[in-house]
């Protein structure tokens, strides 16, 4: 690349683009784990990544205590007792998740004195960082590694408009704008199937609206995680290992693919708003029983396609058209979410290009891979040991999330320095908290444990042949790679 002479140079060890929670987890483990210096810059003026644009009431959808990053706990370790979430590890909202990376950037990476944080700056393909205050440019030079920390691309709808046409005079607002309107609606319209829908429908029926003045437009269905399975703490150590067991033996007896997502089911282990339909998306959305029980209150469900364009009386799906009025409130919650790129391996030389290396686990694959960049030189070494596991967008991604995260993990059990890393890990929760479970030697632990040896194999067996058997239908992106796959596919339109 040519260096352009009158742009100063600035140079560390690493320069980390992107300043999201994947950005932010790696700098930390980096700066904990070695002593290089750090370069971090992003185009919003704060770190966190899209939660500066998160609406409102927008929380983590999984426990604070597997987010962040990993020398700082985020939240308080409360167990919520009210609210829909009530009995469940505390769930940070996004104010709290800004408030949380603001103090790490200034209390922890900053002091050590090796961080240079540059917001407010777009950096460009030739790796130069332009001021967007001043317009300042300056070249980026990174001695060891460029870390390509963008690969999320988050959108959401307050960054992303709906790609619908929207005709004058008709309220469309993003779940933002929606807590600010202060105008009585003759009824709501809810535009999207993922999770930024299902937290405006909660919102909704929170505030007192009637379900049945609730139109929800749903172009697909989805399968959904069960929150109560993923706590890793204590006091839900049996029912986590209960649910694993369960999976395993859901995977090992099941006859085919729809037989595997009804044992799933069956089992409490995913689940569905509309138990009649069958779901075509699954992108690790996780919601509490007791949200599901609300979320099935809304009976008017829309199932014509993605939305063409609202105008003043009516509304145009792919397939067809349904009424509406301008004295109606469109809340628009189709922006993209989480597209995924292409999977590529890790470290490519000078370059890094963190993915998960566990599934649906942004914040803790982040520090996973930056804690293999601070004690491994090996580069396919490290390789091996993180090979990228996809972000899912189909129900059989379930299956290939599984089977890649357990290739990694048995890689990692052996080997001893990484065992030990992801018992300290706090963002690894489990290996630690089922260690100290196994040494308590509870009768009820140690036969979980038995179950769980005899069926994790066949389990993970027939998962592989059920990939490998299942018809074209269920996996489309076969056809096309990359962005392309998403916008083909309309993935970008829920989350
Ligand atoms: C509503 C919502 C709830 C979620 N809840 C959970 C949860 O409970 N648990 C969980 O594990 N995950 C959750 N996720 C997923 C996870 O939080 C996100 O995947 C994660 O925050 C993504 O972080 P990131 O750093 O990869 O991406 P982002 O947050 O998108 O950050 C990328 C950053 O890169 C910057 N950037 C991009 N290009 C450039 C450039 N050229 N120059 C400068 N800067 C650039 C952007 O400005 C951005 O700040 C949730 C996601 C959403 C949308």
Known sequence: MEIKMH?????????????????????????????AKVVIVDRRAKPGGHWNDAY??????????????????????????????AGLNELASGAEICAYY??????????????????????????????????????????????????????VPSTHGPRFAVAHGVTCLTPTELTQWRQPAAGHVIVGGGKTAMDTALWLLEHGVDPDAITWIRPREAWLLNRANVQPTAAFAH???????????????????????????????????????????????????????????????????????????????????????????????????????????VFQGQRLVPQYVRRCSPSFSAAFIAHLEATLDDEQEKNALCEPVLVPRVPLDWLRMHLQTAKNQLRWSQRADVQDWLRRSRLEAYTGLFERMQREADPAWVALQSRLKQVRGPGYERLAELLRTAPASAKPEARVTGRAMFEQAGALETR
């Open 56 to 85: 409102p009431f927008v929380r983590l959808h999984g426990p604070s205590v597997t987010y962040g990053v990993n020398s700082t706990p985020l939240g308080s370790g409360r167990i919520d007792t009210v609210g829909l979430n």
């Open 102 to 155: 603001d103090r790490v950037m200034q209390d922890s990476l900053l002091p050590s004195g090796r961080v240079t944080w540059l917001p407010l700056h777009d950096v460009d393909e030739s790796g130069t960082a332009t001021s967007l205050v001043n317009g300042q440019r300056r070249r980026l030079v990174a001695g060891r590694r460029w870390v390509d920390a963008t690969q999320a691309d988050t959108q």
């Open 7 to 35: 742009e100063p140079i600035l140079e560390a060890d690493y320069v980390i683009v992107g300043a999201g929670a994947v950005g932010m987890a790696l700098a930390d483990t980096l700066v904990a784990e070695t002593s």
């Open 239 to 345: 029912q986590a290992l209960t649910a694993m067991v369960a999976e395993f033996e859901a995977a090992r007896d099941a006859t085919s693919l729809p037989d595997l997502f009804a044992r799933l089911e069956a089992a409490r282990l995913l689940q569905r708003i509309d138990p009649t339909v069958q779901p075509t998306m699954y992108r690790c959305a996780i919601v509490s029983e007791a949200e599901l029980a609300q979320l099935r209150r809304i009976k008017n469900v829309v199932r014509l396609g993605h939305v063409r364009a609202i105008e003043i009386d009516r509304i145009v799906l792919e397939h067809g058209e349904i009424a509406t009025s301008a004295r109606h409130v469109h809340v628009h919650c189709s922006a993209g979410g989480l597209p995924r790129g292409p999977l590529q391996p």
